[in-house]
């Protein structure tokens, strides 16, 4: 598996990271390539629970992490997460490297997104978590009040950041409306960023120059996702989309590593479906079904602890989603949650005007329209925690992981059942 990614096929939360942490020990290097703080992995390393934003899961392994210049980070943000995991006996130190081409979020970022989201107030929540990450990528896409990584370390920084917040404080105040709006202080965020910049310095690199000759040379590398495809800024549920390419297409973009080098996509799934914020979501149920379902597998946010709304497994958005981001295997992931459940749905088509489909509608407000078709599969109700292998999952849940692979025509390769290592079972090779 010379260059493998690892992406989540719905929208987010699938636990990925339990799957970068089994894989890092086979891997020379992990790299995060999009997304902000916005994003988080629970990993279980040990006897110990770790929740990440920024830093890679593979940082517990002996592996160099790279975040990449797709990425928008919050120095703050980063370094409080540094010193968490030192506090733990994690060392970060030469095994993570920051690109100096990664955007920078700035204190101007962070009310942007408070006072946006006021004004949208009398519509549907797209669901930012006011981390500013979408504000960060429009000055990106904008060019004019963008500040990269790099950029912290010019002689030019303090005179390109009294210019921006210039500017930017007649944009907060127009945003502001009513309200007094807040003043940037130029001079103290010169100050705080510069010393954020001094403590980061040693992690700051060309990381495309150091990924091309990392993949040219032969090296290991594992890509690995934040958020979920169906949040993908292109190809998912716009606008209930986050603010980056979060399917298996971003890989490239959001690290420099051309597509012809990546040899296997891993795609992962929950046994069931959840999403956060707003947005259609055909197979939600809000109801007792969609309450135990996240009761059982805990479905609040890793970074907000926002409740996660829960449903049947869509099979549709998870075809779509398979194929959008060349998916070669998939991997089932809390399987166990569904364990005390007599009956099972899986969405295998929609009903959009009357109309029976098995695509992935481009439009939002086709995708309210939708109708799930659903086949029932009768639930295993036993639990299967302590199963470790496959043949001995009862014969329900073989025949519900069945038609899961049949549906998204590619094969399973792991099957989790609790957020520890030992609790995962790798599925039979066919073929």
């Not at 749905?345 to 009357?354: F, L, P, R, S, V």
């Amino acid at each position: 598996m010379p260059v493998t990614c690892v992406v989540g096929l719905q929208w987010g939360d699938e636990a990925k990271g339990k799957i970068v942490d089994l894989l890092t020990e086979q891997f020379d290097i992990v790299v995060r390539y999009q997304g902000g703080a916005n994003a988080g992995h629970t990993v279980v390393h040990g006897d110990e629970t770790y929740k990440l934003s920024l830093i890679p899961s593979g940082i517990f392994g002996d592996v160099q992490c790279v975040v990449g210049g797709g990425v928008v980070l919050n120095p703050a943000g980063i370094l409080d997460e540094i010193d968490g995991l030192a506090k733990r006996g994690i060392a970060v130190g030469k095994n993570l490297m920051l690109s100096d081409r990664l955007h920078v979020i700035f204190p101007w970022h962070f009310e942007e997104d408070r006072l946006i989201d006021q004004m949208c107030t009398g519509g549907e929540a797209i669901g930012t978590t006011m981390r500013g990450i979408g504000p960060c990528y429009r000055d990106k896409v904008g060019r004019s009040f963008a500040v990269r990584m790099g950029d912290l370390y010019r002689d030019n920084f303090a005179d390109r950041i009294r210019q921006i917040v210039e500017a930017k404080n007649q944009t907060l105040a127009c945003y502001s409306g009513s309200e007094k709006p807040l003043q940037l202080d130029a001079d103290e965020i010169i100050k705080n960023y510069s010393g954020y910049a001094e403590r980061l310095r040693p992690h700051v690199a060309d990381t495309t120059a150091y990924l091309l000759d990392a993949v040219e040379a032969g090296k290991n590398l594992l890509f690995e996702g934040a958020q979920g495809a169906l949040l993908d800024i292109d190809h998912g549920t716009f606008p209930f989309v986050t603010s980056s390419n979060s399917s298996g297409v971003g890989v490239s973009p959001g690290s420099g590593v051309p597509g012809c080098h990546i040899t296997k996509v891993i795609g992962i799934l929950k046994a069931y479906t959840t999403r956060v914020g707003g947005g259609p979501f055909p197979t939600e149920q809000d109801n007792d079904i969609g309450q135990h379902i996240r009761d059982r597998g805990d479905e609040y946010g890793t970074v907000t602890r926002r409740p996660r709304r829960c449903g049947w497994f869509d099979a549709v958005a998870s075809r779509y989603t398979a194929r959008l981001s060349g998916v070669d295997v998939v991997n089932i992931m809390l399987m166990d949650v569904l364990a005390e459940m007599p009956e099972l749905k899986i969405c295998t088509a929609y009903e959009i005007d009357g109309q029976r489909t098995t695509d992935f509608p481009a439009h939002v407000d086709d995708l309210r329209k939708v109708v799930p078709v659903y086949e029932t599969m009768p639930g295993w109700q036993e639990e299967i925690t302590e199963v470790r292998n496959y043949d001995d999952l009862p014969e329900k849940a073989r025949n519900y992981l069945a038609r899961l692979s049949e549906l998204l025509g590619r094969p399973i390769e792991i099957v989790s059942v609790g957020p520890e290592r030992t609790q995962t079972i790798f599925a039979p090779t066919k073929g």
